[in-house]
């Protein structure tokens, strides 16, 4: 499994912008799908965007779409979440997840799709 860790996160007013990264170690990240996800308090884990080993593919949640871009970089080995326009509403712990796959293009958008899981980083949007 590869190692992953999410920085980035903070407390905002809403209308701000932040940006997530998740560092991996361990193995090569190129090899793996990657996604966000985020849990607020007392909810479910839920899916946020998710993109293809290639990079070339992504896929959002429709709650988030025109305001998040997840990107990636494989010889840095990171992943990034653009957040813009946050609302309250995105208040959560932010997980970066990564996925074991030969499959260059595909995105994932179940939890249980992912094998390797970071720690997760706070983000607070205050009106």
């Known amino acids: 499994q590869v190692q992953l860790v999410e920085s980035g996160g903070g407390s905002v007013q809403a209308g701000d912008s932040l940006t997530l990264s998740c560092a991996a170690s361990g193995r090569t990240l190129g090899s793996h799908a990657a996604g966000w996800f985020r849990q607020a308090g007392g909810e479910k884990r839920e899916f946020v965007a998710a993109i293809s080993r290639s990079g070339g593919f992504n896929y959002y949640t429709e709650s988030v779409k025109a305001r998040f871009t997840i990107s990636r970089d494989n010889a840095k080995n990171t992943v990034h979440l653009q957040m813009n326009s946050l609302k309250p509403e995105d208040t959560a712990v932010y997980y970066c997840?990564?996925?074991?796959?030969?499959?260059?293009?595909?995105?994932?958008?179940?939890?249980?799709?992912?094998?390797?899981w970071g720690q997760g980083t706070r983000v607070t949007v205050s009106s």
């Open positions: 997840a990564a996925k074991d796959t030969y499959r260059v293009h595909t995105v994932y958008a179940g939890e249980s799709d992912y094998d390797s």
